[in-house]
């Protein structure tokens, strides 16, 4: 995968809210990599991608950010 001028290098995942739970999906992802059925896990569970480099951005149920976690690398 080549990159693109002018595209930042970071990598991020969203937790969203779905009919069926909470899921994490990478961005340009075209399916979820996970689905919780409680979003507290999904957080806990999505330290995983912060180790590896990934920022990880908390969505409330409407939608709308609650929460950017930086990565940890």
């Known amino acids: 995968m080549s990159k693109k001028a002018g595209r930042s290098?970071?990598?991020r995942a969203h937790i969203i809210s779905r009919k069926d739970g909470w899921a994490i999906k990478k961005e340009d992802a075209t399916r979820?990599?996970?689905i919780y059925k409680k979003k507290d896990i999904a957080i806990k569970d999505s330290e995983k991608?912060?180790?590896k480099?990934?920022?990880v951005i908390v969505h409330k149920k409407d939608g709308t950010?609650?929460?950017w976690k930086k990565?940890?690398?």
Do not use: C, M, P, Y
């Open 32 to 34: 979820a990599s996970k």
């Open 65 to 67: 950010i609650q929460d």
């Open 9 to 11: 290098t970071s990598k």
């Open 71 to 73: 990565s940890k690398k």
């Open 53 to 55: 480099g990934h920022d």
């Open 49 to 51: 991608l912060r180790k």
